[in-house]
């Protein structure tokens, strides 16, 4: 990394002189910054996997790649058949079935690597703002706290938010431009084609511009044609334009819009506020009360309003919180350090000044470089990743899943096929139907919106235990029920009772599975 350069042709004098820049010359703060993100990418790489909705969207981008075209029914439960159907999340769809095809360890790989990426960013762009690693890496924690459950999952949510980390930097540092427009239009026509939560995307610039263009007009005495004439207004106001048009160059076009409107419900989980999730929302409330109190000058009114909006939604509709994390993350931080007066971390390298034009910068040294080097080369080793270049046996199913992951139920079917309908939880019948759980034709998946409405009754009145069970499966022909153990005790007990024409085919701690007497 260096060399030795004469000085004279006459001496043996040497001079030892650095070729790599300043800005590679970390301290020990920046190495801890580091290997707090390795712990977290370590974490992640060895998180299990569970009955999440990425199976869901493996199999729907398997129908994809097979016929060519978009379904126009839910392919992974047949009783929806003739219900309308629309694929919002085509790309995201054909990203994991392509993943799924290679391997249940690809789809953990990509998992990790996802959430790892917004990791990085998180953190990049923490220290871009603040130059205070132990605001970056306080702030790295807290998001990783904050939106675990998805970081930890694979799901469509994994694909975009990256985006939507991108989309909160281009909206709310630094003036608008022609360059940051044409950026939040490729996320958005990106976001549009991966997952229909793109809507959350252009509602958040529609809220950032209604907040700078009220800012502009407190700043000028509510003097509209100041506002109309504003160069930044008239850029924001554009690119959300463009940005609303760009969620019509999707395979739906107008389809994605109408499907939103007729799925969107009020009825939302509230978030628990006793859990990690509603702590760190509550932690977020505090800072905003410390910048609120003790910040000097005003406030942007976009990051407050954003901020104070998400903030109330994630309250009533804990799906929020993946929006929100973000969010909060990187605009609160920056402002804590300014309302706190917290100084950024020492110069490293001091530039010279106007009374010593020919001072020599003091000797760089590399060794903490070298060392968050060797801690990332340490965390790729120990993750599974390493596999493909370092070698070693791949894990086995049981490690690859949690504990809540009906893993030998999944392997009897699959080695065991039941030729007809299989009622099962609506969580687990993800990835019972999907190519790795053993293409079962389940009752319901969690895309179970899309069943007719006496299907989604009768679901719920198994799913309770009620005593007509056996007549509610005969009308559906179920050939197989799988149930939960810990989730369905009252089916469990209803089905102890008593089962004629029905034999127990598996038992494990976990599940039971009951399969109709010659099927």
């Known amino acids: 990394m260096s060399t030795y350069q004469e000085t004279t042709l006459n ?9 790599l820049s300043d800005r590679f010359v970390l301290t020990w703060r920046h190495m801890s910054v580091v290997g707090l993100v390795c712990l977290l990418f370590v974490l992640l790489s060895f998180t299990p996997l569970t009955s999440h909705t990425t199976w869901l969207y493996a199999a729907r981008g398997e129908a994809i790649l097979s016929e060519g075209q978009l379904p126009t029914t839910d392919v992974t439960q047949s009783l929806s058949q003739g219900m309308s159907y629309r694929e919002t999340s085509w790309l995201g769809s054909i990203f994991w079935a392509v993943i799924a095809r290679q391997s249940l360890e690809a789809v953990s790989w990509a998992t990790t690597l996802l959430a ?10 923490l220290w871009q703002a603040t130059r205070n690693s132990l605001l970056t890496g306080l702030g790295a924690l807290w998001f990783a706290l904050f939106a675990w459950s998805w970081l930890g999952l694979g799901s469509p949510l994994l694909l975009v938010l990256p985006l939507w980390i991108g989309l909160i930097v281009l909206t709310l540092r630094g003036s608008t431009s022609l360059s940051r427009s044409v950026a939040t239009l490729a996320l958005v026509l990106l976001w549009a084609n991966l997952d229909a939560s ?3 995307g252009v509602a958040f610039l529609a809220i950032a511009w209604l907040g700078n263009s009220t800012a502009t007009l407190l700043e000028n005495n509510f003097r509209w044609k100041k506002l109309l004439l504003d160069r930044n207004f008239q850029i924001a106001a554009v690119t959300l334009e463009l940005s609303i048009l760009a969620t019509l160059l999707t395979p739906l076009g107008i389809g994605l819009w109408t499907d939103v409107y007729d799925s969107w419900s009020l009825r939302h989980v509230p978030l628990d506020v006793i859990s990690m999730a509603g702590l760190c929302l509550l932690v977020a409330s505090v800072l905003l009360g410390v910048i609120l109190r003790k910040h000097q000058g005003t406030l942007p009114v976009a990051e407050v309003l ?3 909006i998400l903030g109330i939604l994630s309250l009533s509709m804990a799906s929020h919180v993946v929006w929100f994390a973000p969010l909060a993350v990187l605009v609160l931080i920056p402002r804590v350090q300014s309302a706190l007066a917290i100084a950024a971390d020492p110069v490293l390298v001091p530039t010279e000044t106007r009374e010593q034009p020919e001072a020599k910068p003091p000797v760089l040294r590399f060794a903490y470089s070298l060392g968050a080097v060797l801690l990332c080369w340490i965390a790729f080793a120990i993750s599974p990743l390493s596999q493909a270049v370092l070698g070693g046996q791949p894990r086995t199913i049981g490690q690859l899943f949690d504990d809540a992951t009906p893993v030998a139920a999944t392997r009897y079917l699959r080695e065991n096929p039941v030729d007809g309908l ?3 939880p609506a969580a687990w019948g993800d990835l019972l139907q999907s190519p790795q759980g053993g293409r079962a034709d389940v009752f319901a998946t969690t895309s179970m919106t899309h069943l007719p409405q006496q299907a989604k009754y009768d679901y719920n009145r198994l799913n309770r235990g009620e005593s007509i069970w056996q007549g509610i499966a005969d009308r559906y022909a179920i050939a197989a029920m799988v149930i939960d153990k810990q989730s369905q005790t009252a089916l469990l007990e209803t089905v102890h009772a008593g089962h004629e024409n029905w ?15 010659g099927k």
């Open 198 to 200: 793109v809507f959350v």
């Open 116 to 125: 790892t990426t917004s990791l990085v960013l998180i953190s990049v762009t």
């Open 422 to 424: 299989v009622f099962a």
């Open 11 to 19: 001496t043996d004098q040497y001079e030892l002189e650095s070729l």
């Open 306 to 308: 954003t901020i104070s």
């Open 503 to 517: 034999q127990v085919a598996f038992e494990d701690d976990l599940s039971l599975i009951l399969r109709r007497s």
